[in-house]
């Protein structure tokens, strides 16, 4: 069993930036891979970026590439989403997920673990 606790969201203007983290409970984190999605009000939820489970191999989705890193601290059993040049279309809940296996992957039925999500608000 694995629970994820995000954090780190708020309110931000456009161009700021924020850090939103994920705590993991357990023994095995350093075995799987995890994920960051959103989802916005009216919208369905979509994936963000992804990171493998040695952190060596990370995916984004188009919207966020270059503005968006995600990593991870093993040691810590935490992964982290630093977000940087925030849009107002990246208003959204943001959760955090953990793989069932150490390969990144960006489709959400590859994730069994998920957080309860942190509200990250941009405006203009």
């Known amino acids: 069993q694995v629970q994820l606790v995000e954090s780190g969201g708020g309110s931000v203007q456009a161009g700021g930036s924020l850090r939103l983290s994920c705590a993991a409970s357990g023994r095995t984190f350093s075995t799987y891979a995890m994920g960051w999605f959103r989802q916005a009000p009216g919208k369905e939820r979509e994936f963000v970026a992804t990171?493998?489970?040695?952190?060596?191999?990370?995916l984004y989705a188009d919207s966020v590439k270059g503005r968006f890193t995600i990593s991870r601290d093993n040691a810590k059993k935490t992964v982290y989403l630093q977000m940087s040049s925030l849009k107002p279309e990246d208003t959204a809940v943001y959760y955090c997920?953990?793989?069932?296996?150490?390969?990144?992957?960006?489709?959400?039925?590859?994730?069994?673990?998920w957080g309860q999500g942190t509200q990250a608000t941009v405006s203009s």
């Open positions: 990171i493998d489970s040695t952190g060596l191999r990370t």
């Open positions: 997920a953990a793989a069932g296996s150490g390969r990144a992957s960006a489709r959400t039925e590859e994730y069994v673990y």
